[in-house]
C-alpha cells in the first residue's frame, strides 16, 4: 500500500483468506492501525493511504494491482483492475491448508511497517 504522499509505502504480510478472479480478502493482524480504538472510524485511513495496492500471490507468482474496497482492523478487500486466470485460481484454491503453505519473505524485515518508497 503506498501512502498518498507518495514518498512511503507498507508491505504486509499475511494471509490471503479469499480468493477469486476479481478480488482477494487479505488478513494480517499487524496493520499499522491493528490497535486503533474500536469506535473511531477506519475511513480516515484513506486520508493518509492510497485506495490504489498491489498484491503478490506468492502461489502462482502473480502480482495484482487494485483497489482497496473494503477495510477493517485486521482485513482489507481488494479488487482486482484486470481478473485474474480462473484457472490459476482454482489451482491456488485447492492448496490444503497447512502452514507450509504461507508465504515466507526473503527479507522478512521490510514487511509490515512503513517504509520510503525508492524509485530506481
Not at 59 to 87: C, M, Q, Y
Request: glycine letters at 6%.
Amino acid at each position: 500500500m503506498i501512502f498518498k504522499d507518495r514518498k512511503h509505502y507498507i508491505a504486509l504480510t499475511g494471509v490471503i483468506v479469499n480468493l477469486s478472479v476479481t478480488g482477494c480478502l487479505f488478513s494480517n493482524d499487524q496493520m499499522p492501525w491493528a490497535g486503533m480504538d474500536a469506535a473511531s472510524p477506519l475511513d480516515s485511513i484513506f486520508d493518509v493511504i492510497d485506495e490504489r495496492c498491489r498484491v503478490y500471490i506468492p502461489w502462482i507468482n502473480t502480482h495484482a494491482a487494485g483497489k482497496i474496497r473494503r477495510i477493517g482492523f485486521f482485513i482489507i478487500g481488494v479488487e482486482f483492475d484486470e481478473p485474474l486466470s480462473e484457472v490459476l485460481v482454482k489451482s491456488t484454491a485447492m492448496l490444503e491448508p497447512n502452514r507450509e503453505r504461507r508465504f515466507k519473505p526473503r527479507r522478512s524485515g521490510k514487511y509490515n511497517r512503513v517504509l520510503p518508497l525508492v524509485r530506481g
